[in-house]
């Protein structure tokens, strides 16, 4: 079997800044939400049969508690913000299982499901269907890969490398380096994307760089320069790279069988109404498997 596991608020504001704007019953901007939902229909009509969808129910996590810039639900856009919560619900009845993050990260959640996913003998295959960086650290060989559903894209290891110039063990310490706008912390000065991936393509992490450039291995331009801004923000780096390390301890599933999709239940009639989507109810019926 082939597990799915989706980043939905990616693709929450994937369908969002896509689809045109379109009020429920109520008046209510829910298009990307209705476009969540038909992807998830799309995605299971593919042939995906066990799938988990990670959220972040609150935006900060415990990560506010460890940098100040890093990044919360401030600028979201109220349409946008206003659909997380409804889109969990329709999730849920639609039959798939969610995993509404609080202290955690959606990222998170998908990061343990991974893990655990990926013990499974069972299991052929581990799709993370997202293309953000950070979930890179994740793949395994050819096991646990990235999906960029928008692009048609598999992300196995070569591609990681292909991509970034590090094993996807080495993704956290990429980023802490380098930086990573979106989850808002800065990185160390001067390194770009190109020095840091020869350096850790050496050395892996962090605390294998020598102090002193003179000891580097590899041949970067500014080796000096690079050796020292990093000497200046060593500490900082560390507790970036923990920022950008996803956790693999969130509660997630005990069983495989738990992600088994069987088929929307009663409620998802009344909700697809409400969205103006009726077929959605019908499609998820008619691909819903045999009881």
Wanted: net charge negative.
């Amino acid at each position: 079997m082939r597990v799915h596991l989706i980043d939905g608020t990616y693709e929450l504001y994937r369908h969002f800044y896509a689809l045109p704007r379109s009020p429920d019953r109520y008046g209510n901007e829910t298009a990307a939400v209705v476009g969540v939902l038909q992807s998830m229909l799309n995605l299971i009509e593919g042939g995906a049969t066990h799938v988990g969808v990670a959220t972040d129910h609150v935006i900060e996590s415990f990560r506010n508690q460890l940098w100040p810039g890093y990044k919360t639900g401030e600028g979201i856009e109220p349409a946008l913000h206003a659909q997380f919560h409804p889109l969990e619900g329709a999730l849920r009845a639609m039959g798939l299982v969610v995993w509404a993050m609080e202290e955690f990260e959606a990222d998170d959640a998908l990061a343990s499901a991974a893990r655990r996913a990926g013990s499974e003998e069972q299991v052929e295959q581990v799709i993370i269907c997202s293309p953000d960086k950070d979930l890179s650290q994740c793949v395994v060989e050819q096991r646990i890969v990235q999906l960029d559903r928008r692009q048609r894209q598999v992300r196995d290891e070569g591609g990681v490398v292909e991509k970034f110039g590090v094993l996807p063990a080495s993704i956290p310490d990429w980023l802490a380096l380098v930086r990573d706008a979106a989850d808002g912390f800065p990185g160390v000065p001067g390194w770009g994307s190109k020095a840091t991936a020869i350096v850790l393509g050496r050395y892996g992490h962090l605390e294998a760089i020598p102090r002193n450039a003179a000891g580097w291995e590899v041949s970067v331009r500014g080796a000096a320069r690079l050796s020292a801004a990093l000497e200046g923000r060593r500490e900082e780096a560390v507790l970036f790279r923990r920022l950008a390390t996803l956790r693999l301890d969130v509660p997630v599933f005990d069983s495989i069988d738990e992600l088994y999709w069987r088929g929307p239940n009663a409620e998802f009639e009344n909700i697809a109404a409400d969205l103006g989507a009726t077929q959605m109810w019908n499609r998820s019926r008619v691909l819903a498997p045999t009881r």
